[in-house]
């Protein structure tokens, strides 16, 4: 208890740690689940306040007695609840049609309280499956007929993912899988159940705490979204460089060629879903790229998003990926067999994840997935087509090289984009920009999908997003600005934009687009905010090149900016701007 308090007062004296307040909700004891949770999310750059119903009262305080959940006004609900929870199984004997009215009737349950947590709190809910039983009384039968209790679970599960599915204010944290990691032998732990109602063992409470860290981490936009890869005995057994590329490890001739084969499927995979994959190698370049010709390599080189391989100390060339990508050291995960590697980039990079994967390839996979570090809460289109998208920045960088005009670049882009209110389509790329854009973000102000549906409605807010294309691809919705009009006044609460389109000129579009918008509302003032953190510098004098004058500028580096719509002409003049399909 006392290490306990040791770690959470170190991890609390942290600078710009992120509020956070969480409801829990549940069927058992919670107290170590949160003690677990809260030093976690300390670890993960949030200041979580924690409220806690009594045991068993889940139900009860989301629908009849909700007003202290109300008081507490929680950014996230989680709710805990176990197989022990299930409030009625369907009787041995039962039909499939009475089956078929059981899960109808557990659902229901769940459905009504999920439905109450919405009218009276309206945040996002995280709600757990359900493990197995720990017993299977029927054995093999257990999950095949209708009085089976391990079907009915399987039925609640796949109700649950569907009703998830269809409702953006729902996640669904898979304790069906968790345990069945563990095993259920050690995620059980009946002592503890009947002395205390804690359900599941120490093992089993800390896998709960990872996986709703990682879930959280993911909602604002803190996943990790680069794998960083040493080469040598981390992506093909042997040294290429003195081995030669015909006598490293990889394929199926062997078993460990066939480990390093299936540790890069993995690596594929991540890619696959929008992962980026990084190379940082000591090793000739031209030597090191020959490992991906090899006929038995899953990973060719046009799956690299940028590839550093050069005797330069590792850490060196992480800071330049990091730049060359325009992402955070704290997007990135390192993974090298070579522990003295590991424990420099560790030492050297704040910020970056390097996991302890030994030096067997066989574990690297597992040990990765163990840190959940790439935890998505949703797939769009964009994550498919991310590694893409950087490929073809690296392909403009090229072009740009060729003139001499920065503003012929421009011009040669054949740029066009689409610029509009916010659409129902899009709201969950804007709540997914919202949450993990920070340096071309003026005031790092986080919204919740909710939020961002309500200014649909909201007759005093605008928000218009922004996508952009041009000879090289569809960069995506990239940009959203976000505002709310006082009298003839409109405050700009939030201006982001993706670093892939810097110096593109699109901010000059967004100001023509939002001005427009802004004259229709009545709006004869705009005033822009600037609210300094440690990742958007880039964008202190935002206003200022954009013709805005300065109102007032604080000690701690916020700023108020003004600019007049009132003979305001339109500047953009590198961008072809289309109309927005639906307005």
């Given at each position: 208890?006392?290490k306990r308090k040791g770690l959470r007062r170190k991890l609390a004296?942290?600078?710009?740690?992120?509020?956070?307040?969480?409801?829990?909700?549940?069927?058992?004891?919670?107290?170590?689940?949160?003690?677990?949770?809260?030093?976690?999310?300390?670890?993960?750059?949030?200041?979580?306040?924690?409220?806690?119903?009594?045991?068993?009262?889940?139900?009860?305080?989301?629908?009849?007695?909700?007003?202290?959940?109300?008081?507490?006004?929680?950014?996230?609900?989680?709710?805990?609840?176990?197989?022990?929870?299930?409030?009625?199984?369907?009787?041995?004997?039962?039909?499939?049609?009475?089956?078929?009215?059981?899960?109808?009737?557990?659902?229901?349950?769940f459905q009504e309280m999920w439905t109450s947590l919405e009218e009276?709190?309206?945040?996002?809910?995280?709600?757990?499956?359900?493990?197995?039983?720990?017993?299977?009384?029927?054995?093999?039968?257990?999950?095949?007929?209708?009085?089976?209790?391990?079907?009915?679970?399987?039925?609640?599960?796949?109700?649950?993912?569907?009703?998830?599915?269809?409702?953006?204010?729902?996640?669904?944290?898979?304790?069906?899988?968790?345990?069945?990691?563990?095993?259920?032998?050690?995620?059980?732990?009946?002592?503890?159940?009947?002395?205390?109602?804690?359900?599941?063992?120490?093992?089993?409470?800390?896998?709960?705490?990872?996986?709703?860290?990682?879930?959280?981490?993911?909602?604002?936009?803190?996943?990790?979204?680069?794998?960083?890869?040493?080469?040598?005995?981390?992506?093909?057994?042997?040294?290429?460089?003195?081995?030669?590329?015909?006598?490293?490890?990889?394929?199926?001739?062997?078993?460990?060629?066939?480990?390093?084969?299936?540790?890069?499927?993995?690596?594929?995979?991540?890619?696959?879903?929008?992962?980026?994959?990084?190379?940082?190698?000591?090793?000739?370049?031209?030597?090191?790229?020959?490992?991906?010709?090899?006929?038995?390599?899953?990973?060719?080189l046009e799956h690299i998003s940028c590839f550093k391989a050069n005797?330069?100390?590792?850490?060196?060339?992480?800071?330049?990926?990091?730049?060359?990508?325009?992402?955070?050291?704290?997007?990135?995960?390192?993974?090298?067999?070579?522990?003295?590697?590991?424990?420099?980039?560790?030492?050297?990079?704040?910020?970056?994840?390097?996991?302890?994967?030994?030096?067997?390839?066989?574990?690297?996979?597992?040990?990765?997935?163990?840190?959940?570090?790439?935890?998505?809460?949703?797939?769009?289109?964009?994550?498919?087509?991310?590694?893409?998208?950087?490929?073809?920045?690296?392909?403009?960088?090229?072009?740009?090289?060729?003139?001499?005009?920065?503003?012929?670049?421009?011009?040669?882009?054949?740029?066009?984009?689409?610029?509009?209110?916010?659409?129902?389509?899009?709201?969950?790329?804007?709540?997914?920009?919202?949450?993990?854009?920070?340096?071309?973000?003026?005031?790092?102000?986080?919204?919740?999908?909710?939020?961002?549906?309500?200014?649909?409605?909201?007759?005093?807010?605008?928000?218009?997003?922004?996508?952009?294309?041009?000879?090289?691809?569809?960069?995506?919705?990239?940009?959203?600005?976000?505002?709310?009009?006082?009298?003839?006044?409109?405050?700009?609460?939030?201006?982001?934009?993706?670093?892939?389109?810097?110096?593109?000129?699109?901010?000059?579009?967004?100001?023509?687009?939002?001005?427009?918008?802004?004259?229709?509302?009545?709006?004869?003032?705009?005033?822009?905010?600037?609210?300094?953190?440690?990742?958007?510098?880039?964008?202190?004098?935002?206003?200022?090149?954009?013709?805005?004058?300065?109102?007032?500028?604080?000690?701690?580096?916020?700023?108020?900016?003004?600019?007049?719509?009132?003979?305001?002409?339109?500047?953009?003049?590198?961008?072809?701007?289309?109309?927005?399909?639906?307005?």
């Amino acid at each position: 208890m006392t290490k306990r308090k040791g770690l959470r007062r170190k991890l609390a004296e942290r600078e710009n740690l992120q509020p956070i307040r969480i409801a829990v909700l549940s069927g058992s004891t919670t107290n170590e689940v949160v003690d677990l949770l809260e030093l976690k999310l300390l670890d993960a750059g949030f200041a979580p306040t924690f409220h806690q119903s009594e045991y068993g009262r889940f139900y009860v305080d989301a629908v009849h007695d909700a007003d202290a959940l109300i008081q507490f006004e929680p950014h996230l609900v989680y709710v805990h609840t176990s197989v022990r929870n299930i409030q009625r199984f369907p009787p041995v004997g039962c039909s499939e049609i009475e089956f078929e009215e059981h899960v109808k009737t557990e659902i229901n349950f769940f459905q009504e309280m999920w439905t109450s947590l919405e009218e009276k709190i309206g945040c996002l809910v995280i709600q757990n499956n359900f493990e197995f039983p720990s017993y299977a009384i029927l054995g093999n039968l257990d999950a095949t007929i209708a009085g089976g209790h391990t079907r009915f679970v399987s039925a609640l599960n796949l109700e649950f993912a569907r009703r998830a599915a269809s409702n953006s204010k729902l996640l669904v944290q898979d304790i069906c899988s968790i345990s069945a990691r563990i095993g259920l032998d050690q995620w059980f732990d009946f002592e503890r159940w009947f002395s205390y109602k804690i359900n599941t063992s120490l093992e089993g409470s800390h896998a709960i705490a990872t996986s709703l860290t990682a879930i959280i981490r993911a909602i604002y936009g803190k996943a990790r979204k680069v794998l960083v890869l040493d080469l040598d005995n981390t992506l093909w057994g042997g040294v290429i460089g003195d081995d030669g590329v015909e006598k490293i490890q990889i394929g199926r001739e062997t078993p460990v060629a066939e480990a390093y084969s299936a540790f890069q499927q993995y690596c594929l995979s991540l890619r696959n879903r929008g992962v980026l994959l990084a190379v940082c190698s000591k090793n000739n370049e031209e030597i090191a790229k020959q490992g991906f010709e090899h006929p038995d390599s899953i990973l060719k080189l046009e799956h690299i998003s940028c590839f550093k391989a050069n005797w330069d100390p590792k850490h060196e060339n992480i800071a330049l990926i990091a730049t060359e990508l325009n992402l955070g050291a704290d997007s990135f995960v390192f993974v090298d067999d070579n522990p003295a590697e590991r424990e420099i980039v560790r030492a050297q990079i704040d910020g970056i994840a390097v996991p302890e994967v030994g030096s067997e390839v066989a574990q690297f996979a597992r040990i990765i997935e163990a840190g959940r570090y790439f935890e998505p809460i949703s797939l769009s289109q964009e994550d498919y087509e991310r590694a893409a998208l950087y490929d073809q920045n690296s392909k403009r960088t090229v072009f740009e090289g060729k003139f001499a005009d920065y503003g012929e670049y421009l011009d040669s882009l054949s740029m066009t984009a689409e610029i509009g209110r916010f659409q129902p389509i899009y709201l969950e790329r804007i709540a997914q920009l919202t949450n993990k854009t920070n340096q071309f973000n003026l005031t790092t102000r986080r919204y919740t999908f909710g939020e961002i549906e309500s200014i649909l409605t909201d007759p005093d807010a605008i928000g218009i997003y922004g996508r952009l294309t041009d000879r090289f691809g569809d960069n995506g919705l990239i940009s959203v600005v976000l505002g709310r009009r006082k009298n003839d006044i409109l405050d700009i609460d939030l201006w982001l934009m993706s670093c892939r389109v810097l110096k593109r000129d699109m901010e000059v579009a967004m100001l023509d687009t939002l001005i427009e918008y802004a004259r229709g509302m009545g709006v004869a003032i705009l005033h822009g905010h600037y609210l300094p953190t440690k990742k958007n510098a880039m964008v202190q004098d935002h206003y200022t090149k954009l013709g805005f004058e300065t109102v007032s500028q604080n000690p701690d580096g916020s700023a108020i900016y003004s600019l007049e719509t009132k003979g305001f002409t339109p500047r953009n003049t590198h961008i072809k701007i289309m109309e927005p399909a639906n307005e």
